[in-house]
């Protein structure tokens, strides 16, 4: 006791002063090697964690950053989930004829990244007729000089929104997660870029921003929401989010209304007179990879 | 009295009808026209109705009939007295605009799908008081040979060697 005593620093006091120096090595570099907007950037909470004023000085920002980086005025929403809805998707393989005319009217309204890297949130496979089952002799590469192929079956890929997300459970820091109405989102801010989502997605549904995105100024669609299309930075990861920007204002999604043929189709899986419960109750419908349980709101059908 | 139990199902309507969600704007495309062509009648209203299969040689030559083209003519469509309209089986004569109707005759289930938004396309707003706009049969078919014709597919995705090169730069 009394040698304790003599010591010029107990335990407690040690590991206080520590953990003081800890703190100021680590922020006195941050606060005074970056600026004021960096600073703000890195202390930026979680979406979810925001207050509405603290949520109207970020949009504010990032508007004013957009418009500075792109020159044209952006408008971002961060409009919630709406009451009783459940987004789904259809889709009709007798109609697919695999002519990407979708995924690159998804490039252009999402903002994403044209070249190095190149990012594309659909990805349309090519089956021989007779082999679904077996994805792994898909292919995504395949450019004839016309589409459809003869004994072939085109099988357009993108998030598939799943009630019981993979990808959701693995993100290390919650910076992806389910919204209300079934979307699955990003908050690109929050997420840290470590990728465990791709690698858990068993659809290869999300993609990551190697480098700073590459979107042509004149090209940039100015209307964007917070959890979808705005424009993303370097390491962050990015997917499909049936197009929220536009379906939580009760418009189609890009895709949709790209689709030559008519062959996707979109609606709310709670309400019995949409087109998707039109779809599931008539028509033969499958889910992807049905047996790993992820309970995909993606359903592709015949006609039947 | 009893007027007063009369009218409030009256106010009531009244007041739904004047409060209720701004109508809901259902709009088609319009039918595709060769250019300068419509109203048909500029040239036809003078003409004999000629029944005869045959060759068009002066004009509608672009138009190669593909559509069971053994059992069909013109004039199963087109009305012969005013080319203005399209005629339904039982002698009804109908616009252009509603032209899904001649096509329902025959095609049934697409028809009933297409009345639900499945077969064919729609773009625009599904909900809310955003304008529905729905396509025709013939935005998408055309009328004298439906089939769909085959297309030049989008550049495929760029492989992962070219598209990586991005980290070094």
Known sequence: ???????????????????????????????SSCSKEEAEDFLQKHFREMTPEEKKHVIAKLEERYSRKYG???????????????????????????????????????????????????????????????????EHYYDPPQVPEKDFLYLPVQCQHCENPPCVKVCPVHATWKEPDGLVVVDYNWCIGCRYCIAACPYKGRVFNWAEPNIPPEEVNPSVHYLGNRPRMKCAVDKCTFCIQRVR???????????????????????????????????????????????????????? | ?????????????????????????????????TEGMYPCSNCHASMEANREKRDLKEEHTDIKLHHAESMRWCLDCHDAKNRDKLRLFNGELIDFTASYRLCGECHG???????????GKRVGYFAGPGKRIYYLCANCHNPHDPKFKPLKPEPPPRRPEENHDAKSE
């Not at chain 1, 040698?3 to 090595?25: D, M, P």
């Not at chain 1, 971002?76 to 109609?95: H, N």
């Not at chain 1, 998707?276 to 059908?301: A, C, G, M, N, Q």
Request: hydrophobic share 35%; glycine share 6%; charged share 25%.
């Open chain 1, 1 to 31: 006791m009394q040698n304790q005593n003599n010591r010029r620093y107990t335990r407690r006091e040690f590991l206080r002063s520590l953990s003081l120096t800890t703190l100021a090595g680590v922020s006195l570099p941050l606060l």
């Open chain 1, 72 to 138: 044209k005025r952006f408008e971002i929403s961060t409009k919630g989930a709406l009451p009783d809805t459940l987004w789904g998707y259809g889709l009709e393989l007798s109609r697919c004829i695999g002519c990407r005319r979708c995924v690159y009217a998804c490039v252009k309204e999402n903002n994403n990244s044209r070249y190095k890297p190149q990012l594309h949130w659909i990805r349309v496979l090519r089956l021989k007729r007779g082999n679904l089952i077996n994805l792994e002799d898909s």
């Open chain 1, 249 to 304: 204002n009760g418009r189609y999604p890009a895709c949709v209304e790209a689709c030559p043929t008519g062959t996707r189709k979109f609606g709310n899986l709670l309400d019995p007179n949409s087109e998707i419960r039109y779809i599931i109750d008539r028509k033969r419908v499958f889910r992807l990879k049905e047996d790993l349980s992820t309970e995909p709101k993606f359903y592709y059908f015949f006609e039947a």
């Open chain 2, 1 to 33: 009295m009893r007027m007063s139990y009369a009218a409030i199902p009256a106010l009531f309507l009244l007041f739904s009808l004047a409060f209720s969600a701004p109508a809901i704007i259902e709009e088609y495309t319009p039918p595709p026209m």
């Open chain 2, 109 to 119: 289930p697409q028809y009933r799908d297409w009345k639900a938004g499945i077969h």
